[in-house]
């Protein structure tokens, strides 16, 4: 008889979530993130999903950062940035989300947010799917589409409050796929590694020709390895031109 392996469980690592991020998941979460990990770990088997597979990364570089960019909304409402209350979220979009990261997380601990997966491969897409019924996630629904002809699509343009991106590209080519699809005054969360004021002042001419402008940087150190990381928030303050995103792979190669 073939022994079906399965991973380590997260419990296996101490976090300190509130510590590192000021905020505790529920027993609850834990055990929907434990199911998460168990899916992935088990489709990764056949799909390309992801290199972070061991319980101690995934919980770090996978978890905890993907809950990073979620923060200003986990806190209570005393300890939230002011733009926090301007800025009411009700639909996400995570955009190039792959094995469902930042946004499966999302959909965990924040119930009453309406999660949009976007993918452009339809495997990855018939995973996330899967995982979302498993999972019980009704606020979830996954798209396979490339973010270049979604971003031009009137029934998704301007109508997310908040768009995520994690791992997907330079910040002016994050900025060109999102910032098309989020309501004015929307919020566009983008992952990074280092970030620096440099990077800032080379990124905001670029976002003034897509309607948007930085509205705030949010530094972090991984409670396990202390890698840096940045979250770095856009807010949308006019229309984006309709030129934009350009067409495919023309965001990416040539970057604003």
């Given at each position: 008889?073939?022994?079906?392996?399965?991973?380590?469980?997260?419990?296996?690592?101490?976090?300190?979530?509130?510590?590192?991020?000021?905020?505790?998941?529920?027993?609850?979460?834990?055990?929907?993130?434990?199911?998460?990990?168990?899916?992935?770990?088990?489709?990764?088997?056949s799909?390309?999903?992801?290199?972070?597979?061991?319980?101690?990364?995934?919980?770090?570089?996978?978890?905890?950062?993907?809950?990073?960019?979620?923060?200003?909304?986990?806190?209570?409402?005393?300890?939230?940035?002011?733009?926090?209350?301007?800025?009411?979220?009700?639909s996400?979009?995570?955009?190039?989300?792959?094995?469902?990261?930042?946004?499966?997380?999302?959909?965990?601990?924040?119930?009453?947010?309406?999660?949009?997966?976007?993918?452009?491969?339809?495997?990855?897409?018939?995973?996330?799917?899967?995982?979302?019924?498993?999972?019980?996630?009704?606020?979830?629904?996954?798209?396979?589409?490339?973010?270049?002809?979604?971003?031009?699509?009137?029934?998704?343009?301007?109508?997310y409050?908040l768009?995520?991106?994690?791992?997907?590209?330079?910040?002016?080519?994050?900025?060109?796929?999102?910032?098309?699809?989020?309501?004015?005054?929307?919020?566009?969360?983008?992952?990074?590694?280092?970030?620096?004021?440099?990077?800032?002042?080379?990124?905001?001419?670029?976002?003034?020709?897509?309607?948007?402008?930085?509205?705030?940087?949010?530094?972090?150190?991984?409670?396990?390895?202390?890698?840096?990381?940045?979250?770095?928030?856009?807010?949308?303050?006019?229309?984006?031109?309709?030129?934009?995103?350009?067409?495919?792979?023309l965001?990416?190669?040539?970057?604003?």
């Amino acid at each position: 008889m073939t022994t079906v392996e399965t991973p380590a469980p997260l419990s296996a690592t101490p976090l300190p979530w509130q510590g590192s991020l000021g905020w505790q998941p529920t027993e609850q979460q834990c055990q929907q993130f434990q199911a998460l990990y168990e899916l992935i770990w088990q489709a990764n088997q056949s799909l390309n999903l992801t290199r972070i597979i061991e319980p101690a990364d995934f919980l770090e570089k996978h978890l905890w950062d993907s809950l990073t960019g979620l923060v200003p909304w986990l806190l209570s409402a005393d300890d939230q940035p002011d733009w926090v209350a301007q800025h009411p979220i009700k639909s996400v979009l995570d955009i190039g989300t792959g094995a469902g990261l930042p946004g499966f997380p999302a959909a965990i601990v924040q119930p009453d947010w309406q999660v949009t997966l976007l993918d452009s491969t339809q495997k990855k897409v018939r995973f996330l799917a899967a995982t979302a019924a498993t999972l019980a996630l009704g606020n979830v629904r996954e798209i396979a589409d490339r973010a270049e002809y979604f971003g031009h699509q009137l029934s998704h343009r301007e109508q997310y409050d908040l768009a995520l991106l994690r791992a997907v590209g330079a910040p002016s080519t994050c900025a060109e796929y999102a910032l098309p699809l989020v309501r004015k005054g929307g919020i566009v969360g983008l992952y990074r590694g280092q970030w620096s004021e440099a990077d800032t002042a080379t990124l905001a001419p670029k976002l003034k020709r897509l309607g948007g402008a930085i509205l705030a940087v949010q530094p972090w150190e991984t409670p396990l390895t202390g890698g840096a990381r940045h979250c770095v928030y856009l807010r949308k303050v006019k229309t984006t031109p309709d030129e934009f995103p350009r067409a495919v792979g023309l965001p990416a190669k040539q970057p604003l």
